[in-house]
């Protein structure tokens, strides 16, 4: 029988998906600074609820990510193995797609992008706990960063996956 | 009589029933062959003269946890005779189901920091029932692409036996080259294993096995 979090993790990846899609999509419309008034519009309640719950499905995510030493896979550079994401840039700058396989720059690019997306959860978490005061304009400019990221982040991921789609199809 | 570990980390259980074949050929040859999940906290690989790792395909990649635990006992596994096969759907494809023509054992091997000595690809199962929606609809797609069964009732396996009765067969001549841990002691089990010739075995077609490079 595989452990929970393996069994768990490719429905918390679907989930996650959603739940960033949405934030991502609907940011432009966000209008919180100091706090969450109760004229906040439905958007504005929506993203910080949706936010919240994202919280958990990272931390759970992270943890099925990083057990039993996968860290290594997704944070090479943390165990500085730098080796792999060195491999994979010599072989773009000679027109070759990275691997699929290991500690390389596919990898690297998902760890990134989770780390952005805690960054980006807890920041926002805090400032739901903590509106109202300057730590929370302090914690909103660190999460529109931190979100921003995420999105460029999010981007190299989806490039990732297309490049790694193309490898699956042509077999 | 050597002790020989049978490593899986299987998606569907295809890596799992191709160990178990080479185990029961192990165990007609006289060898105790022990399957265990790649992932089983509580087998310890340095407690046998050889290991055997079998490692299935999805989306494209083995499974994180193959690299990791090639990484964490690379000193165990290069200190005694050792064999490592790849399942995919790719290979059964004719130029693509060998060690030296599988892309997939080929990235596997370009990763990983331990070189067996002897390498093998089989064909996997596909098996539409058994997928998630996305993953079902996905392979359709791959295998329509590829010109491969794309009804959603198809259950069929790829796997040629006898060819992984001839690895079970190397694998035996593999560990026959080595001396015993229990027979040799602790510290020669720590030393590097001498390098193994594999005997051809009569009944294994060649291509499907081949040394590793």
């Known amino acids: 029988m595989k452990p929970l979090l393996e069994r768990l993790s490719g429905r918390l990846h679907a989930l996650l998906a959603a739940a960033c899609l949405w934030l991502l999509v609907s940011s432009p419309w966000v209008g919180l600074y100091r706090e969450l008034t109760a004229q906040a519009g439905w958007v504005n309640l929506a993203h910080a609820g949706v936010g919240l719950l994202t919280l958990p499905l990272v931390l759970v995510y992270l943890r099925a ?6 860290w290594r896979t997704y944070f090479p550079w943390l165990a500085g193995q730098w080796s792999g994401i060195g491999r994979d840039l010599r072989g773009m700058a000679r027109g070759e797609r990275p691997m699929n396989e290991g500690a390389g720059l596919f990898a690297a690019i998902e760890g990134l992008l989770l780390l952005a997306l805690l960054v980006t959860a807890v920041t926002g978490a805090l400032w739901l706990l903590l509106q109202g005061g300057q730590a929370a304009v302090l ?11 995420f999105a460029v982040t999010l981007g190299a991921h989806v490039l990732a996956v297309s490049l790694h789609l193309v490898d699956l199809v042509r077999g | 009589m050597a002790t020989i570990l049978l490593l899986y ?12 074949r080479i185990a029961a050929r192990l165990g007609e040859r006289g060898e105790r062959a022990t399957v265990a999940a790649l992932t089983d906290p509580a087998l310890d690989p ?8 079998g490692a299935s395909i999805k989306h494209g990649k083995h499974h994180p946890t193959v ?8 000193a165990v596994l290069q200190s005694r005779p050792g064999a490592l096969f790849s399942v995919n759907l790719v290979a059964r494809k004719p130029a693509k189901n060998t060690p030296q023509t599988n892309p997939y054992l080929k990235a596997l091997l370009a990763q990983s920091p331990w070189q067996p000595q002897l390498t093998g690809v089989f064909a ?3 098996d539409y029932a058994r997928y998630g929606a996305v993953d079902k609809q996905l392979m359709r797609f791959v295998m329509w692409v590829n010109r491969g069964p794309t009804d959603p009732r198809t259950r069929v396996s790829f796997t040629n036996w006898d060819e992984v009765d001839g690895f079970a067969g190397q694998v035996a001549e593999l560990v026959r080259g080595a001396p015993s841990v229990a027979a040799a002691g602790p510290a020669a089990a720590a030393a590097p294993a001498a390098p ?7 009944r294994a077609p060649a291509p499907e096995l081949a040394p590793a490079r």
Do not use: K
């Not at chain 1, 990510?65 to 996968?70: A, D, E, I, N, R």
């Not at chain 1, 914690?139 to 990221?149: E, G, K, T």
């Not at chain 2, 690299?67 to 690379?74: A, D, I, T």
């Open chain 2, 67 to 74: 690299l990791e635990y090639l990484r964490r006992h690379r």
């Open chain 2, 46 to 53: 340095s407690a046998f003269d050889a290991i055997v790792v």
């Open chain 2, 196 to 202: 193994a010739a594999v005997a051809a075995d009569p």
């Open chain 1, 65 to 70: 990510c990083t057990q039993g030493g996968l």
């Open chain 1, 139 to 149: 914690l909103r400019a660190v999460h529109i960063v931190a979100a921003q990221a």
């Open chain 2, 9 to 20: 980390s299987s998606v569907y259980g295809q890596s799992r029933r191709i160990c178990e």
């Open chain 2, 124 to 126: 996997g199962e596909l």
